[in-house]
């Protein structure tokens, strides 16, 4: 009884996958708004193609001239038929005629046939490089669009719906150009002047030759209706593939912690599944549709054989004649089984397209205004004015209200407060990452609204508690901000960092190169190496956001120390839960539910006895415990 209940529990609180794959489409859409028509994607992919116009040109007339040769064969073959029958029946002269034409059509049938290899195989690299050249041109624009998107709208995306955009999607679109744009020209040339060379033959045999083009017509245009909508559920369903992925990849050392692997791989089996099942119903589309138009190619194949020998027997038409009907039928046969490639191919651009241009018509929430003028720096003065800010989103509760201080050149404000009372809000809104809904921020007077991004980003920098090094040399992580940094600077922010230590005990020194996400180095590693990243910069605002949290009290005092003289030229504010990194602060601000509940020294908020000295109290109390324990285990 007990270990049902035991099960029945531990069912109960087992993750609901069908319900997260949901979550994670929810998700995605976010990124989505209302999808532009398809004529308008494909058009655009063309105007996009045409920045290449000379190989669009080579390609369209290499395409033209293939479709031409190909159009020779079925009279060519035609006439060698005749002249081959005339061989058969005629007398000596005409044996010698008919085969001396007999030899000339083969040999322009060879000729013929060798042209259109080569044109087909002139038209085939040309569509592909044309679509490799288009999908380079959109790898850079959709990777600097996510460079200048602001953080409002990678806040509500996921990574894994960004990559897969950038990836599937774009790869959807550069297959256009040669599986849609050349095929469906290729097509039009051999049906448009096929049909008059046929109907200019006999009006009767030529329509029943084309008989079926209006029904494959009909076909392909519900089919590539259908497939669009499969395709962007598709699309949706691999995405979230991408995001389910991304997350236990990040995170893949709690999955290891927790035991989670069978929960994570059924998680990713079930979003599988989706994909697959959509998988499936698009191939199934595509196939049935290809199947029936073969059908409707065979039937008017049958039509043309049985009406065209009937007239052969009444000797109205000659069997050369004849062939050239069913050689033309024939040659139709790839372009029509190929119908269902090309609908498959402009319904996957027109849907790609609609997802990828989405992202790229977004304008940043958060940008440079009209006439912005870079920021000119003189006194150093940082103020908030009254601000106040709400993340974006229905039902989201203000995070600062009213909030107002100012710090000057070389004075140090301290900000500390409960998880969630707006500290790193305030870190977030001085660089610009987001805009206050109410109130205003200047640096020496100028409002940061009214100065230019880069500008902004180069006056102040921000030091985060989640630091992020990237799979790069040591000295590359320190020296990302000023990649042209000499080894002296390099050196001299690791002394400041007080990370110049630890680099002489590496393999190679500064060039040692640290994992994704600086794996090989330990979180007070991480944290030097981005004090010493910003320190290097010698910015005018230096803001650090629990930046130290990692690190011990002694190693964070000595790089107190060495930045000294750095922070003596610029307005520094520190936030911070432990209390002893700003007993030097000029003033010191306590947070709480986005709002100042008190100010003052270090000295001053003691002597009031308020929640600052409740909380500086308590940690001294905890520090006393730790170090009394410390001592007894030695």
């Known amino acids: 009884m007990a270990q049902s209940k035991a099960r029945a529990k531990t069912t109960s609180h087992r993750p609901d996958w069908s319900k997260q794959a949901t979550a994670y489409q929810d998700r995605s859409a976010a990124a989505d708004q209302k999808p532009a028509a398809d004529a308008g994607v494909l058009l655009r992919i063309i105007r996009l193609a045409m920045r290449h116009r000379v190989r669009v040109a080579f390609a369209v007339g290499a395409t033209i001239a293939a479709a031409f040769f190909q159009l020779m064969i079925p009279p060519l073959l035609g006439a060698s038929v005749d002249n081959a029958l005339g ?11 008919a085969r001396a034409a007999l030899l000339q059509a083969a040999l322009l049938l060879l000729g013929a046939s060798i042209l259109r290899g080569i044109f087909t195989l002139l038209h085939n690299y040309n569509g592909e490089a044309i679509g490799h050249l288009l999908a380079y041109d959109l790898r850079l624009a959709f990777y600097g ?57 006999d009006i009767l045999l030529g329509v029943l030759s084309l008989s079926f083009v209006p029904f494959v017509a009909w076909r392909s245009s519900s089919a590539r209706l259908k497939l669009r909508t499969l395709w962007l559920h598709l699309q949706n369903r691999m995405a979230n593939l991408g995001q389910i992925m ?168 301290g900000i500390v407060g409960p998880p969630g009372s707006g500290k790193s809000t305030i870190a977030h809104l001085l660089p610009r990452y987001y805009d206050p809904s109410g109130g ?131 307005a520094s504010i520190i936030i911070s839960h432990r209390l002893g990194a700003l007993r030097h602060a000029d003033e010191i601000v306590f947070l709480e539910a986005g709002q100042i509940v008190e100010r003052g020294t270090h000295e001053t908020l003691i002597a009031e006895g308020g929640r600052y000295a409740a909380l500086f109290a308590l940690q001294n109390r905890d520090g006393d415990a730790e170090s009394t324990m410390q001592g007894a285990a030695e």
């Not at 079930?270 to 065979?298: D, G, L, P």
């Not at 991480?526 to 010698?538: G, H, W, Y």
Request: aromatic content about 8%.
């Open 246 to 413: 991304d997350e236990n990849l990040t995170g893949i050392r709690v999955v290891r912690a927790f035991g989670a692997e069978p929960y994570e791989i059924e998680k990713y089996d079930v979003a599988s599944e989706e994909a697959m099942t959509v998988a499936e119903e698009r191939i199934k589309t595509r196939v049935s549709s290809t199947t029936v138009m073969s059908y409707a190619y065979f039937i008017a194949m049958g039509l043309v054989l049985w009406v065209g020998g009937l007239q052969v027997l009444e000797g109205t038409m000659t069997v050369g004649t004849l062939t050239v009907f069913l050689t033309f039928i024939t040659i139709l046969q790839a372009p029509v089984r190929q119908l269902g490639l090309l609908v498959n191919s402009i319904a996957r651009a027109s849907t790609c397209g609609s997802r990828l241009f989405t992202i790229l018509d977004l304008e940043p929430t958060i940008g440079d205004r009209e006439n912005a003028q870079p920021i000119a720096v003189t006194e150093g003065c940082v103020r908030f004015e009254d601000v106040s800010f709400a993340y974006s989103g229905e039902g989201s509760l203000p995070v600062l209200r009213g909030v107002s201080f100012e710090v000057k050149r070389g004075k140090t404000l």
């Open 440 to 570: 205003s921020i200047t640096v020496d007077g100028q409002d940061i609204r009214d100065v230019t991004l880069e500008s902004l980003r180069q006056t102040v920098r921000v030091v985060q508690q989640d630091t992020f090094l990237f799979t790069a040399s040591l000295e590359n992580n320190i020296a990302y901000g000023d990649p042209w940094a000499d080894d002296g600077m390099i050196e001299d922010a690791a002394s400041v960092a007080q990370i110049d230590g630890f680099v002489g005990l590496l393999p190679n020194g500064y060039e040692t190169l640290v994992g994704e996400r600086g794996v090989s180095l330990s979180g007070g590693q991480k944290q030097r190496v981005a004090i010493a990243r910003a320190a290097m910069l010698r910015s005018a605002v230096l803001i650090f956001d629990d930046s130290t949290a990692a690190i011990d009290a002694e190693t964070e005092q000595r790089i107190r120390e060495s930045l000294k003289p750095h922070m003596a030229n610029c």
């Open 145 to 201: 669009k996510l460079q200048n998107l602001s953080f409002s709208f990678h806040d509500r995306v996921h990574t894994g719906e960004l990559i897969t955009r950038g990836m599937l999607d774009l790869d959807g679109v550069r297959m256009f150009v040669n599986t849609g744009l050349l095929r469906l020209v290729l097509l039009t040339v051999l049906i448009g002047f096929g049909a008059y060379m046929l109907i200019s033959t």
């Open 87 to 97: 061989l058969l029946r005629g007398g000596q002269v005409a044996a010698e005629a």
